[in-house]
């Protein structure tokens, strides 16, 4: 099955410092990554939907130069945290859309997860 | 206002019964509903897809059903098991990859 990766799986960091978090997808190419963002005990929420080649699309109310997005290939997205502050303390999970076949099947495989903390 | 409630919120059950979860949602228009799995610190992975002429899926003990009529869905643990104990999180897709997520249910089966 289609599998996606993510890089970190944990990070702590000072505040004010950049941290840079990977989504690979490792057995197909993904035209499209989605970023969300996951508070305890609540749902994923989306932050934006990255295209490889092209600018990212920002959900309402994120910051699109605090969190910055890099979709440079097919099976590379990468989301950094710039001037991490603890309220950016979170779990980020990447998605991603199988190009051939993900948007017939409206299916996007999921990454682990990163969680981040921010002290 | 396109929405998806689950309920309950949390469950507890004892290892080998039965539970179901429920998943209500507004979203329109309808393209698919997926139950997912996420154990802690995991990302989801999902569990049933079903479109709209679909009333039941089974993966294993897991069985989904839907009425897109009352836009209601069920997912039925058969004989849980320790490792059932996770967050179900019921998504409901209006096409395109535009997914509206619920905000789950935590399961939690004991010994």
């Known amino acids: 099955g289609a599998v996606v990766s993510q890089h970190p799986s944990r990070v702590i960091c000072k505040s004010g410092t950049s941290v840079k978090i990977e989504c690979r997808s490792l057995d197909f190419q993904a035209t499209t990554m989605f970023w969300y963002r996951q508070f305890p005990k609540q749902s994923l929420m989306l932050m934006a939907t990255s295209n490889e080649g092209s600018k990212a699309t920002y959900e309402q109310g994120v910051e699109k130069d605090k969190f910055l997005i890099n979709h440079a290939s097919l099976t ?11 309220e950016d303390s979170s779990f980020y999970i990447c998605s991603a859309r199988d190009h051939l076949t993900g948007f017939e099947t409206d299916t996007q495989y ?9 002290l | 206002k396109n929405q998806v409630e689950q309920s309950p919120q949390s469950l507890i059950i004892l290892e080998g019964k039965n539970c179901t979860l429920q998943c209500n949602y507004t979203v329109s228009p309808f393209s698919n509903l997926r139950w997912y799995k996420q154990d802690t610190g995991r990302g989801p992975v999902s569990l049933t897809i079903m479109t709209f002429s679909e009333n039941t899926k089974s993966n294993g ?9 009352t836009k209601q869905s069920s997912l039925h643990i058969t004989a849980s098991q320790l490792s059932d104990s996770a ?16 905000t789950g249910t935590r399961l939690t089966v004991i010994p």
Not at chain 1, 76 to 86: D, E, F, G, R, Y
Not at chain 1, 111 to 117: A, D, H, I, Y
Not at chain 2, 87 to 102: D, E, K
Request: proline residues 4%; glycine residues 8%.
């Open chain 1, 76 to 86: 590379l997205s990468t989301l950094t945290v710039t001037s991490a502050h603890p």
């Open chain 1, 110 to 118: 999921f990454g682990p997860g990163t969680r981040l903390t921010v």
């Open chain 2, 61 to 69: 003990r897991y069985t989904a059903t839907l009425d897109a009529d």
């Open chain 2, 87 to 102: 967050s179900y999180i019921c998504v409901v897709s209006t096409g395109a990859n535009n997914l509206f997520f619920g």
